[in-house]
């Protein structure tokens, strides 16, 4: 730099710059050095102008000490520059020992380290070598480094990685050797994981009003929320926002964050520049909420739409790779094996598609079945390949006819009824089978009304008159016991702390009812009979008639599993009731709150129940819930049976075993919005048979971990 006033003064000061030309590979695609001699903390550079279609540099570093030294730390680092990426997306840094073991002899045999390394065509690569600063005494080392690569040629030209439609039973894919032959080439693909598109359910733009929100020009920040819903898996999966991902000194928006939680709101993850990977540990429905942050509220417009990606692993599927269309779609048993590629030359190969009836995962259209292409060769780069999943079957037009049928036959139960007035039904003989249907569709909407009716009179009204029309109707039992047991579908009340604590005169009285008219609803059902009917099941050829049989058998089986679960709950607040009068402090479940109900009650009117009869009455459930005698019943899809075993539990003071399933029921249970509620209660219930036990320290653990397993609303960002 000079002054300009005075040039014939001189420099007045100078910056050197360093010139670097890459070193060009000539046909043999490599580069030897020989005799390097490195001492602690000296490095060694060089800039090579990396071979079109390599995708390979295989770097060998040799050493053959023949004075004795201590064996010696190196470091190798090799870096590429490609525009507007990291310069991590292409570096390669390791750290390696060499010249373990070496004597003065000089009969040693030469020591080898290969380092492979990805390498990008046509762009100049930064190899640098040195030795690590601790290592005594000086090393001689020989380094080659060697060029490889396969171009993946498809309809597009050359490229890094694979497109195939899955749709397309075969698929071809050409590859060529422009640096040397390629021997030992065994292609395989192992696709491992699935990124499924996801579509917005809410998009929502807000103004930031805080202070720390506004522009030093008093313009504020604009929020743009965005909310995705998707069912997963236990295991890995990865959130991508292609939008917004990968920015932080050159991005567009100001900010980006993504928050991912479960059915009950709970934070389960959070990253902001960077795809991160996040830990699914329960199957069940998750929610992830996006906000981008930006002054210009046009640019968030934009972006409304944008999709979110998830991707997660999948058990890893191998489609078949022959030589010809034919082999590759007909007979899949044909694969290429230690095949050769002159210098120069192509070869083809064909990729068959894969079949959605053997998958062990649920695929939709537009999803991305993701994996790599490897050659069995070490020296050879693995491009990533992605399939398009098939499109699925269309469905059987005779199920979505059924299925349109019963819906039908169930939205015009009441116009029927409404229709057909006693003036056209009273010339009909009572065997007529109009009659008998007009008569059934009565009886039916009849049975709906019970629920519905809210003075106590009316009501019990209806049951006589229907008691009196059809006592030997299953359907109204079932009707009673849904109307006086209505939260059989939740736990009871003395497990999860419920704030709505039934009256126990109520509880005792309905109890007492559904214990009264359950033994006529088993005879009406005759289990012995059925068991004995349903004992086998129907060949693939049977008739209409006899699957239609054996489709009003398992009716039959579901309303006594139905029956006897009603039971088990009366019998259970019975004997709870009971407990409480008879045992009262001494009670597991005691509660000052409950004595003074419970001594106005007349205890000898209700029947006398143990813990015997329940147990028994549990068995017989578990025994036809099986379909075999190896069968486990899962807990998960059975919150009746659940519930019942931790309520024994609890009374009889087996709370270990309570335990046990309990844990098993939370850790397997699929979360979502509908099981939410039912997830808490279980927690709770845990709580207490925590405390039953005197594990006070766990109990007390849950108990504080409450607020953020199951927190209010969503965190903020």
């Not at 000296?42 to 995708?55: C, D, F, H, S």
């Not at 171009?151 to 071809?172: A, K, T, V, Y």
């Not at 004995?532 to 489709?551: G, V």
């Not at 549990?618 to 486990?632: F, H, L, M, S, V």
Request: glycine residues 4%; negative net charge; contains cysteine.
């Amino acid at each position: 730099a000079f002054d300009s006033d005075h040039p014939e003064a001189g420099p007045v000061f100078s910056i050197p710059v360093t010139v670097l030309k890459p070193i060009e590979i000539d046909h043999t695609a490599q580069v030897f050095y020989q005799n390097l001699c490195f001492k602690p903390t000296e490095l060694k550079r060089w800039y090579i102008q990396v071979p079109t279609g390599a995708t390979k540099m295989v770097v060998t570093v040799s050493s053959k000490n023949l004075n004795a030294s201590a064996p010696a730390n190196f470091i190798i680092n090799c870096c590429q520059l490609l525009p507007q990426e990291r310069f991590s997306a292409h570096e390669y840094q390791k750290y390696f020992m060499i010249a373990q073991g070496s004597y003065e002899s000089g009969t040693d045999s030469v020591q080898k380290v290969e380092h492979l390394v990805d390498v990008v065509g046509g762009v100049t690569i930064e190899v640098v070598l040195g030795q690590f600063w601790s290592q005594f005494d000086s090393h001689e080392i020989d380094v080659k480094m060697e060029f490889n690569g396969l171009q993946i040629l498809e309809s597009e030209g050359c490229s890094s990685s694979i497109f195939i439609d899955g749709n397309i039973p075969s698929n071809r894919i050409c590859l060529k050797s422009d640096l040397r032959r390629t021997d030992n080439i065994t292609p395989s693909i192992s696709l491992t994981n699935v990124r499924k598109p996801l579509q917005p359910a809410s998009a929502e733009i807000k103004s930031f009003c805080s202070k720390r929100d506004l522009l030093p020009n008093k313009l504020p920040i604009y929020g743009l929320y965005l909310t995705y819903k998707v069912s997963l898996d236990k295991g890995k999966v990865v959130f991508r926002f292609p939008a917004c991902d990968n920015f932080i000194y050159d991005s567009w928006f100001e900010d980006k964050m993504i928050q991912i939680y479960n059915s009950n709101k709970k934070n389960i993850g959070v990253f902001s520049v960077y795809p991160s990977t996040v830990t699914i540990g329960q199957k069940g429905d998750y929610i992830i909420r996006v906000l981008v942050r930006h002054s210009d509220l046009s640019q968030l417009e934009k972006i409304k739409n944008s999709t979110l990606y998830v991707d997660m692993e999948i058990t890893s599927i191998s489609p078949v790779i022959s030589g010809t269309f034919a082999t590759a779609f007909v007979l899949p048993q044909v694969a290429i094996k230690n095949a050769s590629i002159d210098k120069g030359k192509m070869m083809n190969i064909w990729i068959s598609s894969i079949k959605r009836d053997g998958l062990q995962f649920e695929l939709n259209s537009g999803d991305l079945l993701m994996g790599k292409l490897d050659f069995k060769n070490k020296k050879l780069f693995s491009p990533l390949i992605k399939m398009l999943a098939p499109i699925p079957a269309p469905k059987s037009p005779e199920k979505d006819k059924s299925t349109s049928k019963s819906t039908e036959k169930a939205d015009s139960l009441e116009v029927k009824v409404s229709e057909a007035t006693q003036s056209e039904i009273s010339g009909l003989s009572e065997n007529d089978p109009e009659l008998t249907e007009f008569n059934k569709a009565i009886f039916e909407l009849k049975l709906t009304w019970i629920s519905k009716i809210k003075a106590k009179e009316s009501r019990e009204k209806l049951i006589s008159e229907l008691m009196e029309s059809d006592p030997s109707n299953i359907d109204l039992y079932l009707s009673l016991f849904d109307f006086y047991n209505s939260e059989i579908g939740k736990g009871f009340f003395f497990l999860n702390n419920s704030e709505k604590v039934p009256k126990l005169s109520d509880l005792s009285e309905l109890s007492k009812k559904i214990y009264e008219l359950v033994d006529k609803a088993i005879e009406i059902i005759n289990p012995q009979e059925l068991a004995y009917s349903i004992r086998n099941a129907p060949k693939t050829q049977a008739s209409k008639a006899e699957l239609d049989t054996y489709s009003k058998l398992e009716k039959s089986k579901s309303n006594y599993l139905k029956v006897l679960m009603h039971k088990c709950r009366a019998m259970l607040y019975l004997y709870f009731i009971n407990a409480l009068f008879t045992q009262k402090q001494e009670f597991v479940l005691y509660n000052e709150g409950y004595i003074e109900e419970v001594s106005s009650l007349d205890i000898s009117s209700l029947p006398m129940v143990t813990l015997e009869d329940i147990e028994g009455v549990i068995t017989e459930y578990r025994n036809w819930a099986k379909n075999g005698p190896k069968e486990e019943i899962d807990l998960c899809k059975d919150q009746g049976l659940l519930n019942a075993n931790m309520a024994v539990g609890l009374l009889a003071k087996n709370c270990g075993t309570a335990l046990a399933e309990i844990n098993k029921y939370l850790s397997n249970l699929v979360l979502n919005e509908e099981n939410s509620q039912a997830y808490k209660d279980a927690w709770n219930t845990r709580i207490k048979l925590l405390y039953a036990l005197g594990w006070d320290l766990w109990a007390q653990h849950f108990e504080s971990n409450m607020y953020f397993d199951f927190p209010c609303e969503y965190s903020w960002f």
